[in-house]
């Protein structure tokens, strides 16, 4: 079965500091992957997706940036930190076909003091 | 710009009613709809998924679906106090970056 981790859980971070946020799935091959940011109180907004190895889309222009090193890992990285960086930042993945549907890992807290 | 809406709530039900969450959708195109339970402070977990107009039943879960109408619901029978979360209707158009999520649904289940 297929599983998706994320790293770390939780992170405080000061303002104008950098940021790496890793994601990795088990169990499949060729997967979409997916970048969400879920700020307090609000939905799920769609920061970056990759069809496969170095394919990133961005969908909201910000100092975020996304990188899909291997075929299962996608990393979410930010040279400076902003306050309204903070959130749930949650990875997905989906099968690149048949059902579409996504599936979420654990998820990473930040904290942007 | 695509929208999924959704009442925020919350929607307060008793334990053993039925709880209705419902989400309408504004792109046409839109072939895929999903389900999502948040509970506080965890990730979204996928629940339902429905392609094709009618109902789809899963346990104590029913998602309708209902294209010309532009609208989709879920049900839950007997409802239990474990029930208590955000739902999150989702919508795509079979391509994954345009997967639109609603800003869902607080339910609350009372003993």
């Known amino acids: 079965s297929q599983t998706i981790h994320q790293w770390p859980a939780t992170l405080v971070q000061p303002v104008g500091s950098p940021l790496s946020l890793e994601c990795t799935v088990e169990g499949t091959s060729n997967p979409n992957l997916y970048w969400y940011r879920q700020a307090a109180g609000r939905g799920l907004q769609l920061l970056f997706y990759s069809v496969g190895i170095g394919q990133i889309s961005s969908e909201v222009p910000q100092n975020l940036s996304a990188s899909r090193p291997q075929d299962r890992q996608f990393i979410l990285s930010s040279k400076k930190l902003l306050l309204s960086d903070s959130g749930f930042y949650l990875c997905?993945?989906?099968?690149?076909?048949?059902?579409?549907?996504?599936?979420f890992g654990p998820g990473t807290r930040l904290t942007v003091l | 710009q695509k929208e999924v809406e959704q009442n925020s709530g919350p929607l307060s039900v008793p334990e053993g009613a039925i709880a209705s969450l419902n989400c309408t959708y504004s792109?046409?195109?839109?072939?895929?709809f999903f389900w999502y339970r948040q509970y506080s402070g965890k990730s979204p977990e996928l629940i339902m998924s429905i392609y094709s107009n009618g109902d789809k039943e899963d346990g104590r879960f029913t998602a309708q679906l209902n294209k010309a109408s532009q609208y989709v619901s879920l049900l839950i029978r007997d409802s239990q106090p474990s029930d208590s979360a955000t739902y999150l209707c989702a919508v795509s158009n079979g391509y994954g970056q345009n997967f639109v999520f609603g800003p869902g649904t607080r339910l609350s289940v009372l003993p």
């Open positions: 792109d046409r195109g839109s072939q895929s």
């Open positions: 997905a993945w989906s099968q690149t076909s048949g059902g579409d549907e996504q599936f």
